[in-house]
């Protein structure tokens, strides 16, 4: 049998956390491999938004990195679970890994698989503005939009999850921040020789500075 990794994405804590969302494409995968001759030799997940770069997502970077060392593919249940952008897609597709979308089949050309990606950021795009348009018409008519009653609490929580991404960036660059910085280099040395290898910033794009390295060495990086 055909060796391949297993990656699987949800949005929300919560969808993480009832593990429907996760138990349905796992299903939908196995039903896959079982259909079409694959045996799954690695199996990784992501509770994280589409958007973020494959550096912010620690399964995707994992199921890479396995299947690179083994030379296999990667499989999900539907391409939206890798993202919705073009462009993340067209880069996950540079990295020379293979990928299979369960739904659409085995034998998609990767050229095929961009045009799916096309279209779905262009659907997200107008979901978007007709979400914004409705709302709009909405608070014309003099309604009151969101549930004032839970904004402190959301608040609190979209707090908490921002310190949890802060803690979680700063652990995973600061072995190499710390290595320069051992070795001499200055604070600003740092910035520049991160910005040379294309290391993401916190927020994946953006150019390192001397205060956001500093930031990571201090545990304070927002």
């Avoid at 994992?62 to 073009?86: E, F, N, P, Q, W």
């Avoid at 597709?93 to 095929?112: H, N, Q, Y």
Wanted: one cysteine or more.
């Amino acid at each position: 049998m055909r060796q391949a990794v297993m990656y699987r994405r949800v949005s929300t804590n919560e969808q993480g956390k009832s593990g429907l969302g996760l138990e349905a494409q796992a299903d939908a995968i196995a039903r896959f491999c079982d259909a079409e001759g694959f045996e799954v030799v690695g199996e990784f997940h992501d509770i994280a938004s589409g958007k973020l770069a494959v550096e912010d997502r620690p399964g995707l970077a994992a199921a890479l990195k396995l299947a690179g060392k083994l030379r296999c593919t990667i499989i999900v249940s539907k391409l939206d679970r890798l993202s919705r952008d073009v462009a993340f897609v067209s880069g996950l597709m540079s990295r020379k890994v293979p990928f299979i979308v369960a739904e659409l089949g085995k034998d998609v050309d990767p050229f095929i698989l961009h045009l799916y990606a096309a279209l779905s950021e262009k659907e997200r795009r107008l979901i978007g503005e007709r979400t914004k348009a409705a709302l709009k018409a909405k608070k014309a008519a003099g309604a009151v939009l969101g549930n004032r009653t839970n904004i402190g609490d959301a608040r609190v929580k979209a707090a908490e999850a921002k310190k949890v991404a802060a803690a979680a960036f700063a652990a995973r660059v600061r072995p190499q921040i710390e290595n320069m910085r051992q070795a001499g280099a200055t604070l600003s040395a740092i910035a520049d020789r991160l910005n040379e290898m294309g290391t993401p910033t916190s927020r994946g794009s953006g150019r390192w500075t001397a205060t956001a390295v500093r930031r990571v060495l201090t545990s304070a990086y927002a």
